[in-house]
């Protein structure tokens, strides 16, 4: 299994950048998109299955920062893993977490609410 990349970013950030480029702001949506540019050459695993991705980065996963509730991660996604339902995404990514934070003879405990699909 090839290392993976996550990128961590201010929870507050993201969201504003998210909205923005939701509501149609084409700056936004090019700051989201040039998101994974510090990594065009090196190939970029899929956090999911470990694929590589390919250039550019299809899908990007965002989940909660391991204890810090003001950050985020954001992990790239593959063709096939971004088609996934939501449910089956963040099972798996959550699954990966825990093995990634877990300490020896503790729990790991993953709590966020995902936002609605499309913010207002």
Known sequence: ????????????????????????????????DALWDGYKDQPVPCFLCDHQCGWPVPNTLILPEHGDPRRVLAAPLCWECGEL????????????????????????????????RHPR
């Open 1 to 32: 299994m090839a290392e993976p990349v996550l990128l961590s970013l201010s929870r507050s950030e993201w969201d504003s950048m998210y909205r923005l480029a939701y509501k149609g702001e084409l700056w936004a949506a090019d700051q989201i």
């Open 85 to 116: 339902p939501q449910m089956v995404k963040f099972n798996r990514a959550i699954h990966i977490l825990r093995e990634m934070f877990r300490k020896e003879g503790c729990q790991y405990h993953v709590t966020f609410n995902p936002k609605r």
